[in-house]
């Protein structure tokens, strides 16, 4: 008899420095990413962006912490955090907003908890 296998909210998934990735990405564990993304992202947990990591194009998450290149909307459902080496350049629709001394953001900012919908 076939098992039925939930998929773990808490997985992992990693996108390495040195990996292009042409369109969207879809996942209910963590996700992060070293290299980059053209396409959407959504989780229905964290997502980190590392240093050297970029993405053209809209996030949905529910946390994030941001250290690498975004262009486009961040719709983060808790809180969003960007690190000093951030470089956002769109709108951000977040419940609580972090920013670190040296990131750059250029856009607007909602802050009412409500997720941008289309």
């Known amino acids: ?3 039925n296998y939930e998929e773990s909210v808490n997985s992992l998934n990693i996108i390495g420095n040195g990996t292009d990735i042409t369109g969207d990405l879809n ?4 996700i992060r ?4 993304l053209k396409g959407n ?3 229905q947990a964290k997502f980190v962006l590392g240093q ?3 993405i053209k194009g809209e996030i949905k998450c529910k946390n994030a912490e941001v250290s690498g290149i975004v262009e486009g909307i961040l719709n983060v459902e808790d809180l969003l955090v960007l690190k000093s080496t951030a470089q956002i350049y769109g709108d951000i629709f977040t419940g609580k907003l972090l920013i670190e001394v040296g990131a750059v953001f ?7 908890g409500n ?4």
Request: glycine share 14%; aromatic share 0%; net charge neutral.
């Open 52 to 54: 050297t990591g970029k």
């Open 33 to 36: 990413i070293d290299g980059s």
């Open 27 to 30: 996942s209910n564990g963590d």
């Open 1 to 3: 008899m076939a098992k």
């Open 41 to 43: 992202l959504v989780t």
């Open 115 to 118: 997720i941008k919908t289309e």
């Open 106 to 112: 250029s856009g607007n900012c909602n802050m009412s």
